[in-house]
Nanobody, 127 residues
Framework: QVQLVEVGGGLVQAGGSLRLSCAAS????????MGWFRQAPGKERQFVAA????????SYADSVKGRFTISRDSAKNTVYLQMNSPKPEDTAVYSC????????????????????WGQGTQVTVSS
């Protein structure tokens, strides 16, 4: 069982920066593909970014490409989402997710791919 806890959310001005962290406990994140999703009020949860368990392959939603960066630190058992130049439309609850995979290069981009989820952290971008 993997427990995920996100921290780092809060209020940020448009054009600023914010870094979210997702710390795992219970298991090492080796062999786990990781992802970030977000859900705005009244909307479905949507994919933001994903990273393979070896950290060499990433994938991003078009809406955040070039502004957000996903990364992982195996030593700290943590995954990050660096949010640069956020926009008001990025306001949402951000959740990280994990899924065990045998493919070290796999990036998983749909909610159904993931077995473990954090509780989420609120990000609010002011204009």
């Amino acid at each position: 069982q993997v427990q995920l806890v996100e921290v780092g959310g809060g209020l940020v001005q448009a054009g600023g920066s914010l870094r979210l962290s997702c710390a795992a406990s219970g298991r090492t994140l080796s062999n786990y593909a990781m992802g970030w999703f977000r859900q705005a009020p009244g909307k479905e949860r949507q994919f933001v970014a994903a990273i393979s368990w070896n950290g060499r392959t990433t994938s991003y939603a078009d809406s955040v490409k070039g502004r957000f960066t996903i990364s992982r630190d195996s030593a700290k058992n943590t995954v990050y989402l660096q949010m640069n130049s956020p926009k008001p439309e990025d306001t949402a609850v951000y959740s990280c997710a994990a899924s065990y995979t045998f493919d070290h290069q796999a990036v998983l981009t749909t909610r159904q791919d993931y077995a473990y989820w954090g509780q989420g952290t609120q990000v609010t971008v002011s204009s």
